[in-house]
Nanobody, 116 residues
């Protein structure tokens, strides 16, 4: 049974940084394409970044150059380093397999709020 536990969110000022973690069980992150998604209040969930089996990474244009996705296979954990945060980055952040649907299992997410 897959379980994903996101953590590391919080309140940060514009320009600040946060590092999100996603501890996985029931799935091997190193053997799957894993992604971070986010959902802002009143908006649909959107893809943010993903890391493939060969560690190739892809980013949404809105976060390219500011966010970095990585994984630690020994800890079975996926990370999202977020720098130069903007108010429009405010959202609940989730990790999951790339391509996970609305009906798939989703963790509880972690709230990121960027505000002065």
């Amino acid at each position: 049974q897959v379980r994903l536990v996101e953590s590391g969110g919080g309140l940060v000022q514009p320009g600040g940084s946060l590092r999100l973690s996603c501890a996985a069980s029931g799935i091997i992150v190193g053997a799957n394409a894993m992604a971070w998604y986010r959902q802002a209040l009143g908006k649909q969930r959107e893809w943010v970044a993903n890391i493939n089996y060969g560690r190739t990474t892809y980013y949404a244009d809105s976060v390219k150059g500011r966010f970095t996705i990585s994984r630690d296979s020994a800890k079975n954990t996926v990370y999202l380093q977020m720098n130069s945060l903007k108010p429009e980055d405010t959202a609940v952040y989730y990790c999951n397999q790339l391509g996970a649907s609305r009906g798939s299992y989703w963790g509880q997410g972690t709230q990121v709020t960027v505000s002065s």
